[in-house]
């Protein structure tokens, strides 16, 4: 079984984020945690890119974070078009904490919801706190898949 560290760093990011000043800067908090980072400026690119390797077992997102407020189709709407095809993990970042929001991120089955601003070592921390939640339902699937053969 892999470690937890070794885990995390081996996973699949889709990172959505428009604005490109704050994004180069998100960019290096997550490539010091993840070591395949995919970039994509808006809800329809991010959409398009989850789709393109959705399929792809090498190539596959295992995480997403996202913006809300993003051009083309905002993250509430890229999240509802993921979620007719695939219940990925998913991480918002965002300024929005409109009760509203907040309610259709959680019925969309959201890992985390970040509400911004925050200091890098918070962003960091919050999602290594949903990375520990992924590992430990990969380290019970494992168990579980042991336990059966």
Known sequence: MRSYDHYRKSLKVLFVKSNSYSRNISIKVLEENFDNVTIAENGLDG??????YKNDEEKCFDLIISEIN???????EM??????VDDIPFIFLTTDNNHTTVLKAIKLNILSYIVRPLNVA????????????????????????????
């Open 47 to 52: 959409y398009m890119k989850f789709l393109k």
């Open 122 to 149: 918070s962003v960091a921390k919050s999602i290594n706190k949903s990375c520990r939640k992924l590992y430990k339902q990969y380290t019970q699937k494992l168990k579980s898949d042991e336990s059966l053969a």
């Open 79 to 84: 999240l509802e078009k993921i979620r007719t």
């Open 70 to 76: 993003i051009p083309k189709i905002n993250g509430i």
